[in-house]
């Protein structure tokens, strides 16, 4: 079983700056493709980002591409979310993820996802 804990959340202003942090335990963090979902109300959670068991590739959702910045250190168990230029916009509950399909690499739904988070709030005002 993994854990997956979240951190970094927070209210920013529209232009600022986040990083999230996801940190696992419990299982081979280098085995798991590992991703940022997010869910605002009344909408469906959809994946901002993915990087791979390596960190060598990453899928990045149209509304987030050149703005969030997806990594991970395997040694530390860590998969991080850097995102500028935040958007009134990009104001949801924020979710790590891991998960042993590929497909989880182009950016799939909730299906492909194994663990979750419990989520980080992140609000931007306008």
């Known amino acids: 079983q993994v854990r997956l804990v979240e951190t970094g959340g927070g209210l920013v202003q529209a232009g600022g700056s986040l990083r999230l942090s996801c940190a696992a335990s419990?299982?081979?963090?280098?085995?798991?493709?590992m991703a940022w979902f997010r869910q605002a109300p009344g909408k469906e959670r959809e994946c901002v980002a993915a990087?791979?068991?390596?960190?060598?590739?990453?899928y990045y959702a149209d509304s987030v591409k050149g703005r969030f910045t997806i990594s991970r250190v395997n040694a530390k168990n860590t998969v991080y979310l850097q995102m500028n230029s935040l958007k009134p916009e990009d104001t949801a509950v924020y979710y790590c993820?891991?998960?042993?399909?590929?497909?989880?690499?182009?950016?799939?739904?909730?299906?492909?996802?194994?663990?979750w988070g419990q989520g980080t709030q992140v609000t931007v005002s306008s």
């Open positions: 993820a891991a998960g042993r399909n590929a497909v989880l690499l182009r950016g799939s739904g909730s299906g492909s996802v194994d663990y």
């Open positions: 419990g299982g081979t963090f280098s085995s798991y493709v």
């Open positions: 990087i791979s068991w390596s960190g060598g590739s990453q």
